[in-house]
């Protein structure tokens, strides 16, 4: 009796499988649009080329620059300029590398409200970063904080994609991404 069910059911979903490709809505799917009317493509002209122009090279190549000890020179104002731009949330969101006192680790900043400003998910982060629950811009400076409310970092942009700072106890702390 086993059998006899278990052919019967194998049967009808056979049947079914078969039934369903003869459909009309697979019909539909081996249909072609028409081609499109070719279109004229203006007169071709046809004229002969003029000659390449000649090249010269000189006998020998010029000799190689001279060695220099000149090193090149950050620009002080530059930096000043990127402390005193505002920082955007909008800039600090995402994900960052961290640098804390020599170790790294990561920091999600999405902008879901929480706490102090914004939620912060620290990803195998050392102390004291891995207390760290929220993230708040002020002015120029991106402030971290941990889930009582208390100020965990401090950092300033210096450059596009960067901030540097320091933690409450002084280690230094940057974000890259």
């Known amino acids: 009796m086993q059998i006899g069910k278990l052919g019967l059911v194998a049967s009808t979903v056979v049947l079914l499988g078969a039934a369903g490709c003869q459909s009309e809505r697979m019909a539909s799917l081996n249909t072609r649009p028409a081609p499109l009317p070719a279109a004229p493509a ?3 002209t046809a004229q002969q080329l003029p000659p390449p122009a000649p ?10 620059p001279a060695p220099t000890t000149q090193v090149a020179a950050l620009d002080p104002a530059a930096g000043a300029a990127a402390a005193s731009t505002p920082v955007t949330e909008g800039a600090v969101a995402g994900v960052w590398n961290v640098s804390v006192a020599g170790q ?74």
Not at 55 to 64: N, Q, S
Not at 118 to 137: I, M, N, Q, Y
């Open 104 to 177: 790294s680790c990561r920091v999600a900043t999405p902008r879901t409200k929480f706490g102090q400003g914004f939620r912060a998910a620290p990803l195998r982060c050392p102390a004291p970063l891995d207390g760290v629950k929220s993230w708040a811009v002020q002015g120029n400076q991106v402030v971290l904080y941990n889930d009582g409310g208390s100020q965990v970092a401090s950092l300033s942009s210096t450059g596009p994609e960067k901030f540097d700072g320091t933690t409450s106890s002084g280690s230094p702390v940057s974000l890259t991404r």
């Open 42 to 44: 203006g007169t071709v």
């Open 55 to 64: 090249t010269t090279f000189p006998e020998t190549p010029p000799p190689a």
